[in-house]
């Protein structure tokens, strides 16, 4: 069933969790790779089956559609959001201290700023491209 396969996942994923510190160069750090795409395989398979609840309602939105749309970007962008907000929003509002606060925020703050940039960059700058790619990728064959 899908909620065994989910379990096994995760028990995959837990499992990287016991391995050594990156730190600590050994022959068991060759396993972490495989046990996250083993573990991550597994959930996403399991979601996707349509069998866990509501998950698998939300893994099948057209929100979290949008964000893989908006994905590279995302990835692109989120270390620029990060360290512009850390030295200048919410430095200005919250004080490093703040060993829960700050981390929260910092989070919250960064993802919404990165995905206003990679929202941005896929409407303004991929989204055109993505328009002419059409006008290339048909390949009109001759007559036989």
Known sequence: SSWIIFLFGLIALWAVTLLPNVNIQQWKLMLTYPL????????LFSIMN???????AIMK?????????ISY?????????VRMLAHTVVDAFISPD????YPAMMLII?????L??????????????LKMKSRFTFIKSRAI
Do not use: D
């Not at 996250?36 to 959930?43: A, D, F, K, N, Q």
């Open 36 to 43: 996250v795409g083993i573990g991550v395989s597994l959930i």
């Open 50 to 56: 349509g069998a866990l609840w509501q998950i698998s």
């Open 61 to 69: 939105s057209k929100a979290l559609g949008y964000l893989g749309k």
């Open 73 to 81: 970007g995302l990835y692109i962008y989120h270390l620029f959001a």
């Open 98 to 101: 703040r060993v829960v606060v």
């Open 110 to 114: 960064s993802f919404a700023f990165t």
């Open 116 to 129: 206003v940039i990679s929202i941005l960059s896929y409407e303004i700058l991929e989204k055109p491209f």
